[in-house]
């Protein structure tokens, strides 16, 4: 982390390695009084096969900021690019398809289907969208999440983090270029969000996926390659190699000394 590093582009990387960046990036939300400038002309570059968190205090940005990479939100100002598709100025099909072919999504609720098992649920979005999965990358994803005896069950048969670490497996599932995690670990068990993360990392090191977390936790934030911190919508700072404690530290200074209310590792 340097001072030097605050003033330039955030997470700059090598042209051709970039999974996906914004230039001037701005989002307003609302007019007149009652507006609030979520984004503020953030430069920032996602480097491909990297895991990269997100962090801030809250309201600084930091799912707006997701959204409007993941073509979720429109913008205010600004460009976006997927890969070398600039998305800024698709339309709602075009966005729509490219979200469907290019980018996986998990959330903090899972959003299983509680009437699909979990081998249906993986495959819903490919299924949905008339493609068929590749078995070999289907079969190594389920592998390395640790489901193969699970597939037959329901979610209401599985535990949260297998509930999880299923949704991890549908976000893999079409190999997408990029996949986005709000608050992964946000409703599991310590022991379950540990295990979410392993497979997240495992997802970048063994599969080769890029992936752009957003968390409040710092001990989450320490499994990633790099921190970008978020401060009144704007990028203020990263942290390349962090660890959960330089994290908790770095999150201090945003609160005069004091740990952030929903920081806890
Ligand atoms: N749909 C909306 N309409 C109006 N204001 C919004 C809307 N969505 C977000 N905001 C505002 O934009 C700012 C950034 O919100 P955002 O949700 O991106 O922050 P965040 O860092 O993800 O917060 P948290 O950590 O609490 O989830 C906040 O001031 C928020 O109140």
């Given at each position: 982390?340097?001072?030097?590093?605050?003033?330039?582009?955030?997470?700059?990387?090598?042209?051709?390695?970039?999974?996906?960046?914004?230039?001037?990036?701005?989002?307003?939300?609302?007019?007149?009084?009652?507006?609030?400038?979520?984004?503020?002309?953030?430069?920032?570059?996602?480097?491909?096969?990297?895991?990269?968190?997100?962090?801030?205090?809250?309201?600084?940005?930091?799912?707006?900021?997701?959204?409007?990479?993941?073509?979720?939100?429109?913008?205010?100002?600004?460009?976006?690019?997927?890969?070398?598709?600039?998305?800024?100025?698709?339309?709602?099909?075009?966005?729509?398809?490219?979200?469907r072919d290019r980018?996986g999504?998990?959330?903090?609720?899972?959003?299983?289907?509680?009437?699909?098992?979990?081998?249906?649920?993986?495959?819903?979005p490919m299924?949905?969208a008339?493609r068929?999965p590749?078995?070999?990358?289907?079969?190594?994803?389920?592998?390395?999440?640790?489901?193969?005896?699970?597939?037959?069950?329901?979610?209401?048969?599985?535990?949260?983090?297998?509930?999880?670490?299923?949704?991890?497996?549908?976000?893999l599932a079409s190999r997408p270029?990029?996949?986005?995690?709000?608050?992964?670990?946000?409703?599991?068990?310590?022991?379950?969000?540990?295990?979410?993360?392993?497979?997240?990392?495992?997802?970048?090191?063994?599969?080769?996926?890029?992936?752009?977390?957003?968390?409040?936790?710092?001990?989450?934030?320490?499994?990633?390659?790099?921190?970008?911190?978020?401060?009144?919508?704007?990028?203020?700072?990263?942290?390349?190699?962090?660890?959960?404690?330089?994290?908790?530290?770095?999150?201090?200074?945003?609160?005069?000394?004091?740990?952030?209310?929903?920081?806890?590792?």
């Amino acid at each position: 982390m340097s001072t030097a590093a605050a003033e330039q582009p955030h997470g700059l990387v090598e042209a051709g390695d970039v999974a996906a960046r914004a230039r001037g990036l701005t989002k307003a939300y609302g007019s007149g009084e009652t507006a609030v400038l979520a984004l503020d002309s953030v430069d920032v570059d996602i480097a491909r096969g990297r895991f990269t968190a997100v962090m801030g205090p809250s309201g600084s940005g930091k799912s707006t900021l997701m959204h409007c990479l993941a073509g979720l939100d429109s913008v205010s100002a600004g460009q976006v690019w997927l890969g070398d598709t600039e998305i800024t100025g698709l339309r709602d099909k075009e966005l729509t398809r490219l979200r469907r072919d290019r980018i996986g999504f998990m959330f903090q609720s899972f959003n299983l289907i509680p009437t699909l098992n979990a081998a249906e649920n993986i495959t819903l979005p490919m299924d949905i969208a008339g493609r068929t999965p590749d078995a070999e990358w289907l079969k190594q994803v389920i592998d390395t999440l640790g489901l193969g005896d699970r597939l037959k069950h329901r979610p209401a048969q599985l535990s949260g983090g297998q509930q999880q670490r299923v949704a991890c497996a549908r976000a893999l599932a079409s190999r997408p270029e990029l996949i986005f995690a709000d608050e992964p670990t946000g409703n599991l068990d310590s022991r379950a969000g540990l295990e979410v993360l392993g497979f997240l990392r495992e997802a970048v090191d063994d599969l080769g996926q890029t992936v752009v977390m957003v968390t409040h936790d710092p001990g989450a934030a320490g499994h990633s390659d790099l921190v970008l911190f978020l401060g009144d919508g704007r990028l203020v700072d990263e942290m390349p190699q962090p660890t959960a404690e330089a994290v908790l530290e770095r999150m201090r200074l945003f609160t005069g000394g004091n740990t952030p209310h929903n920081s806890q590792p």
